[in-house]
């Protein structure tokens, strides 16, 4: 287990498609959370996993946006009727504690809605 | 969690230290500094954390302040690969879920 893998790295999509991406966390974390980072700006927070219970969600996770983690292990995000403004890297990460240490974070998948 | 503020880009000679710098000045007592940076084209990359010791470990060390209300990060002798975006958080250590990484110091180090 080398790390927090996410697919696919790169998606373009027309503007009105479904998209899902898939996270596959470090097996022994049961955390697991999803970001989304748009050009020049750090990873803004959507959404969080312990388990498979999905316990917060940011105001910026639209009723376009689901998420899920079946059985607690990996996970998916769609989005629904895509827009441009959805043009984003989308990133996960898992993690063992809360504490704000030992994240670790995939490679994000690149969505580019046009 | 307390604001960050952190210089938008800094340069720095490969071999040198990197110094980065932080500014937290409404930290509270319980809320720690938590170190992330991220390479181009990945996901950030956790480098170290405190309270109020300064820490070290084999990738950097953390300087914080006295009044704890700015910290350093120090990478000793930095390498081209180093070359990457550093995020300075504070939040107390089981406050929620999300990190606040703002934009973050851009950092250049260059042959």
């Known amino acids: 287990d080398t790390g927090v893998s996410q697919d696919p790295r790169h998606k373009i999509t027309k503007r009105g498609q479904n998209v899902t991406f898939r996270c596959d966390p470090i097996?022994?974390?049961?955390?697991l959370y999803w970001y989304r980072q748009t050009l020049g700006q750090g990873p803004e927070f959507l959404t969080y996993?312990?388990?498979?219970?999905?316990?917060?969600k940011s105001r910026l996770l639209s009723d376009r946006f689901s998420a899920e983690r079946p059985k607690g292990s990996f996970s998916t995000l769609e989005i629904q009727r895509t827009e441009q403004g959805d043009s984003a890297m989308y990133l996960c990460?898992?993690?063992?504690?809360?504490?704000?240490?030992?994240?670790?974070f995939g490679s994000g998948t690149r969505l580019t809605v046009v | 969690d307390a604001k960050t503020t952190q210089p938008p880009s800094m340069d720095c000679a490969e071999g040198r230290a990197a110094n980065l710098p932080c500014n937290h000045s409404?930290?509270?007592?319980?809320?720690?500094v938590y170190w992330y940076r991220q390479i181009h084209s990945q996901g950030p990359q956790y480098i170290i954390h405190?309270?109020?010791n300064n820490e070290t470990n084999e990738m950097a060390s953390l300087i914080i302040t006295e009044d704890r209300k700015s910290s350093t990060l120090i990478l000793p002798h930095a390498t081209l690969r180093d070359t990457a975006v550093y995020y300075c958080?504070?939040?107390?250590?089981?406050?929620?879920?999300?990190?606040?990484f703002g934009k973050g110091t851009s950092l250049l180090v260059t042959p």
């Open positions: 996993f312990q388990n498979e219970a999905q316990l917060e």
């Open positions: 409404t930290i509270s007592g319980n809320e720690y």
């Open positions: 990460a898992s993690s063992l504690t809360e504490g704000g240490y030992g994240y670790t």
């Open positions: 097996s022994e974390h049961n955390r």
């Open positions: 405190g309270l109020k």
């Open positions: 958080i504070v939040r107390a250590e089981n406050s929620g879920y999300a990190l606040n």
